[in-house]
């Protein structure tokens, strides 16, 4: 079972929180959001924890799912990634082609991706 984090708790997120909690492939840890007031009223509605950083989420998590705002994409998922965690992203990907395709590279060289070229 891998341990699972939300990047991000708004609408969408509330919904990926959800099922993560409801999976029995995953074990959800808690979840981080920039929206400190939000944040508390999720964690004491829902009862997920709220992480007080990004960087606190990731290290506890084998996988986070990045919920973000899409201008925020790119620079948590290289977070994630190079951090050796699995990284599940809403999309879009991120904002540009490049920016996507630099997440890609990043993905193959933490050795989470071995078949997007063939």
């Known amino acids: ?35 400190v007031e939000a944040a508390k009223n999720i964690a004491s509605e829902f009862g997920y924890k ?7 989420l990731i290290e506890t998590c084998d996988m986070v799912d990045v919920v973000t705002p899409t201008l925020f994409h790119f620079e948590t998922a290289k977070k994630v990634l190079e951090a050796g ?9 991120t904002k540009s082609v490049e920016e996507a395709e630099t997440i890609r590279e ?5 050795a989470f991706v071995d078949k997007w070229d063939k």
């Open 1 to 35: 079972m891998l341990k699972a984090g939300v990047i991000g708790a708004g609408h969408l997120g509330k919904i990926h929180l959800k099922l993560l909690n409801q999976s029995s492939k995953y074990e959800l840890v808690g979840f981080y959001d920039s929206n």
């Open 50 to 56: 709220n992480f007080q950083t990004v960087e606190g």
């Open 85 to 93: 965690k699995h990284l599940f992203i809403e999309k879009p990907i």
């Open 106 to 110: 990043l993905a193959k060289r933490t």
